[in-house]
């Protein structure tokens, strides 16, 4: 069975700073999606960032990369230059089979300290 | 931009009573989700559909739950005779083809708070 873990319970970074919150899966799947996905205290999903394991880089979408390493399992974010407003739960989800049902983590709370 | 409308916001019943979740899909899209997040707890899937028929139910959709797609716009989510442990925020998502994330986007609703008393 597909699983996703998220060990750091909650994190804490500097204003300004870069953080990685960890993620590792696994997974018996050739075929699979790894996702982040924020939600603030307001309670909504936002999406961040997509990795499909055939993908050869490593995806960024602005201040937020995936660092994906496959023979690790290990599909950890990246924020850099991390704000006020980035504080949230963030969670990592893996997508089994080819459908829209993802398999989340536990969630990371990330404080970041003016 | 598009985006999945969920109704009602909060939503507090008594133990027992039925419940249904309403949610307004990206108009092109054709999977759509339920999934449910116990306070403070990880986000669970619940049930997929499709043409019309569920594709896939978790362990967690028993037969107190339905969704149906009552007329070609709304995604409902029934709870027949609500418990405690229903309570929850309950998110539908939809997307515009079945493999999501490599060429669609999985997109969420701001979600649906149950309280039950």
């Known amino acids: 069975a597909q699983k996703i873990t998220q060990t750091q319970p909650g994190m804490f970074v500097q204003e300004k700073e870069a953080v990685t919150l960890d993620c590792t899966y696994d997974?018996?799947?050739?075929?699979?999606?790894l996702f982040w996905y924020k939600q603030p205290s307001s309670g909504e999903m936002i999406f961040l960032i997509y990795?499909?394991?055939?993908?050869?880089q490593n995806a960024t979408e602005g201040r937020y990369s995936l660092n994906f390493q496959k023979a690790r399992k290990s599909a950890n974010l990246v924020i850099s230059a991390s704000q006020l407003g980035d504080s949230a739960m963030y969670f990592c989800?893996?997508?089994?089979?080819?459908?829209?049902?993802?398999?989340f983590g536990q969630g990371t709370t990330l404080q970041v300290k003016p | 931009e598009p985006e999945v409308t969920q109704t009602p916001s909060h939503q507090v019943t008594q133990m027992g009573q039925e419940v249904i979740l309403r949610c307004v899909p990206i108009?092109?899209?054709?999977?759509f989700y339920w999934y449910r997040q116990i306070l403070g707890q990880k986000v669970e899937f619940l049930v997929s559909?499709?043409?019309?028929?569920?594709?896939?139910k978790s362990e967690i959709f028993d037969d107190q739950f339905s969704v149906e797609r009552p007329d070609g716009s709304n995604f409902t989510l029934k709870i027949r005779s609500t418990k405690l442990e229903d309570s929850a925020m309950y998110f539908c998502?939809?997307?515009?083809?079945?493999?999501?994330?490599?060429?669609?986007?999985?997109?969420f609703g701001e979600g649906s708070r149950l309280t039950v008393l």
């Open positions: 559909f499709y043409n019309n028929e569920i594709s896939e």
């Open positions: 989800a893996m997508r089994e089979g080819n459908t829209g049902k993802l398999i």
């Open positions: 990795q499909g394991s055939y993908d050869e």
């Open positions: 997974t018996s799947d050739q075929s699979y999606g």
């Open positions: 108009s092109n899209h054709l999977y």
């Open positions: 998502a939809s997307s515009e083809i079945r493999w999501v994330g490599d060429t669609g986007e999985l997109f």
